[in-house]
């Protein structure tokens, strides 16, 4: 079955410094790949998904992900946090076939932003 | 930008109630999800929906749960006898190339 795991439960970073979560996944096929983020009683965002093709995927908020088959990997960076990044992020596959897919989810990153 | 709207945004029931979670999704999408997250936890899928019918269900989809799409543009998930491990937060979301999450209802079971 697959499964994704974010290794760190909780990061903090300094507002101004660059940002990386890790997302490793599981799963026999070509996964579809999301980064969602959550503010405290909000909803889910998406930053961005990979389907397929550039392994580099750009998203909203500054964000981009990078896909690594060999490692399987989807992890998210940001060149430069700010304050308003402080978020709960999770990152997710897509099982099944193309737009069916259910999603499952990594069990999260909780980012804390120091001024 | 289409959203996915829920309501309500916050419900409140007794333990051995009935709810009933209602979902817009984007109207051009085809297929429609329920996922629930209990505070603290990660997101996990319930059910999906496709062409008026269940497509999967996970095991928490048990009997008490139910999911309809009784007009063109709602969708509802329905909780028969609520419990108190029903206590979290659902998500109704829509795909169709591009996953997209209503804001959520916060369901507390007293």
């Known amino acids: 079955a697959q499964s994704v795991t974010q290794p760190d439960i909780h990061i903090t970073v300094s507002e101004g410094a660059s940002l990386e979560l890790r997302c490793n996944y599981s799963?026999?096929?070509?996964?579809?790949l999301f980064w969602y983020v959550q503010s405290p009683g909000q909803g889910l965002q998406l930053l961005l998904k990979?389907?397929?093709?550039?392994?580099l995927v750009q998203g909203i908020k500054g964000f981009e992900a990078e896909f690594k088959r060999s490692q399987s990997s989807f992890n998210l960076r940001k060149p430069s946090v700010h304050w308003s990044d402080a978020a709960e992020y999770f990152c997710?596959?897509?099982?099944?076939?193309?737009?069916?897919?259910?999603?499952?989810f990594g069990t999260g990153t909780r980012l804390q932003v120091t001024l | 930008e289409p959203e996915v709207t829920q309501t309500p945004s916050h419900q409140v029931t007794q333990m051995g109630q009935e709810v009933i979670l209602r979902c817009v999704p984007i109207s051009n999408h085809l297929y429609f999800y329920w996922y629930r997250q209990i505070l603290g936890q990660k997101v996990e899928f319930l059910v999906s929906f496709y062409n008026n019918e269940i497509s999967e269900k996970s095991e928490i989809f048990d009997d008490q749960f139910s999911v309809e799409r009784p007009d063109g543009s709602n969708f509802t998930l329905k909780i028969r006898s609520t419990k108190l491990e029903d206590s979290a937060m659902y998500f109704c979301a829509s795909n169709s190339y591009g996953y997209t999450f209503g804001s959520g209802t916060r369901l507390t079971v007293v």
């Open positions: 990979y389907f397929s093709g550039d392994t």
């Open positions: 799963y026999g096929a070509t996964p579809y």
């Open positions: 997710a596959v897509g099982v099944g076939t193309g737009t069916a897919s259910k999603l499952t």
